[in-house]
């Protein structure tokens, strides 16, 4: 885009009524409470700004948590919901929404206003923050920010429903708080889980290393985005199950297929951890309207001789028999209680291992955010932001207009280079046939692959 955004409007949004509830942060809320998570809408119509704000009002007074403000008590982190309101800003810059797409996760994109969330521990900051850019080439752009300490994707997509609703008149969904998690874990978890801990308590050299990682990481890293279609991810789900020998899921496949891809372009052929976050509301037997940070995590090893194959097999097995063989969240608060809370922000997850290049997959797919609806329009593209430069990271989501899977992976510089050559394109759309059928966008937006 050829300038820079221009400030058109500011408001704060408020329900208009503050709940006043105080909310006790739990263990993995606390854990991430040093993280924000920025997402993009992209909407290929203008939206009524007095329309969406009106709407977001409404959502707030149903998920109030959004326009409360954090605060730190000793050791113990709490929101308030005191109705301090969401920031919206409106901006319109020159260009076209295609190329507001094309820079999404771009460092300087300026399509969304990152909530500071270290700050945001000590009160006063705000926990979501909206950002409305109309392109002059037409459109909208959509870029909400929001704490990760209050709430998980699954969290925000609720936010997301309720304001969808409110646009649109609709009956808005449940959504439910929780005054303290771990004293509601405490309630459904098993007597006995795992036993693994999911975060570690590393000691000073590789704290320091990993420091250096976090300090270095915009330079040393780039993002990428990655686009397989429909009819590529069903051939994909064909062969490694006819390899597997059992059903798979198109994020199993996808996992598998995509961490295949890296560590050949790596030339990587050790074996390496896998994580993936899982969302246990279900395993737990938790309502989906519950809102915080209800995560777990698996972690597979994957050895490249054994075939991406074996490597989606082993993650379905994971994902089926979690319950019984991976949930941990007894195991973190037994490791709270024997380190101290006062300790909980000099611990890594384990997940966070640029070093031994473990892999994160986070799978946003399913979540429904191409359902939503603002003036009778549904995004055509849904995108993380520039959110951690952090190697061996990565989220999915669908793609274009809802369809395939799009993922947003973080990566040396180098392995970037290698994927954007003729190799690593068509060792990634290997499933891919010329003759496929895929959305215009995925042309015309020319930094997917």
Known sequence: MSVWPQLRESRVVRAGRAQGAVLRCGLMDTMLADLSVSVV??????????????????????????????????????????????????YEVDGTLVEAMGRVTAAGAQLVDPVDAPAARLGGVPLLTVRV??????????????????????????????????????????????????????????EEDCGRPGFRLPEAAEAALLAREVALGPRANRTVQMYL??????RMREEFEATAGRRLSSGDVFCAHLVSVLRELDGDAETRMVTVPVNVRRSLGLPASLVGNLLSDIHLPYAPQDGPAALAAGLREALEGFADDHLNM?????????????????????????????????????????????????????????????????????????????????????????LRGAEGRALLHRFRDPADVLPALASAVSKVL
């Open 41 to 90: 809408f992209f909407f290929e119509q203008a939206l009524d700004e007095d329309r969406l704000a009106a709407g977001l009002a409404i959502a707030l007074e149903r998920v109030p948590v959004f326009a409360g403000r954090l605060r730190t008590v000793g050791d113990v982190l709490e929101v308030v919901c005191d109705d301090s309101g969401v920031p919206l800003d409106g």
């Open 133 to 190: 850019t109309r392109p002059s080439g037409g459109g909208t752009v959509l870029g909400c920010s929001w704490h990760h300490a209050i709430g998980d994707l699954q969290s925000f997509a609720l936010l997301m429903r309720a304001w969808s609703a409110a646009v649109e008149g609709e009956e808005l969904p449940e959504a439910e708080l929780v005054e303290d998690q771990d004293v509601l874990l405490d309630k459904v978890l098993p």
């Open 229 to 234: 279609g429909d009819a590529e991810l069903a």
């Open 330 to 418: 007894r195991a973190n608060l037994g490791f709270l209680e024997a380190i101290g809370r006062s300790r909980l922000r000099d611990c890594v997850p384990l997940g966070f291992d640029p070093e031994r290049r473990r892999f994160s997959f986070s799978n946003w797919s399913r979540f429904g955010l191409y359902e939503l609806r603002f003036q009778g329009q549904r995004p055509v593209f849904f995108s993380p932001a520039a959110n951690y430069p952090l190697p061996w990271v990565s989220w999915t989501v669908e793609g274009f207009h809802g369809t395939g899977l799009l993922s947003t992976v973080v990566l040396p510089a180098r392995v970037v280079a290698r």
